[in-house]
Nanobody
């Protein structure tokens, strides 16, 4: 499975941005897809995830109410709509996927993602 994230950029505080992650390869093996981020000098943190089948979603507290994750199964793409952005949201955002094999072994596990894409930089600044 290959993941390609896009959509990052510079946005003013209070603005919006939509990230996209296109999956290719053995996409039938994906159970969850999610977004993580790493701000300068910090550890990578979970942002949001969605079940590939059924659409169940998970959010970090920092994302609830502002970010929305969605997926388009026909396009093998997951989106992260980010609204009311704050300077603290500045980070490199990474797309990741948990395989079905991993899911059936451990359940949903944000620390057990199997595939990672290269990040896309989001900068929130005036």
């Amino acid at each position: 499975v290959q993941l390609q994230a896009s959509g990052g950029g510079l946005v003013q505080p209070g603005g919006s941005l939509r990230l996209s992650c296109a999956a290719s390869g053995r996409t039938s093996s994906i159970y969850h897809m999610g977004w993580f981020r790493r701000a300068p000098g910090t550890e990578r943190e979970f942002v949001a995830a969605v079940a590939w089948s059924g659409g169940y979603t998970y959010y970090a507290d920092s994302a609830k109410g502002r970010f929305t994750i969605s997926r388009d199964n026909a396009e093998n793409t997951v989106y992260l709509q980010m609204n009311s952005l704050k300077p603290d949201d500045t980070a490199v955002y990474y797309c990741a996927a948990q395989s079905s094999t991993s899911y059936y072994r451990t359940g949903w596990n944000r620390d057990g993602m199997d595939y990672w894409g290269k990040g896309t930089l989001v900068t929130v600044s005036s």
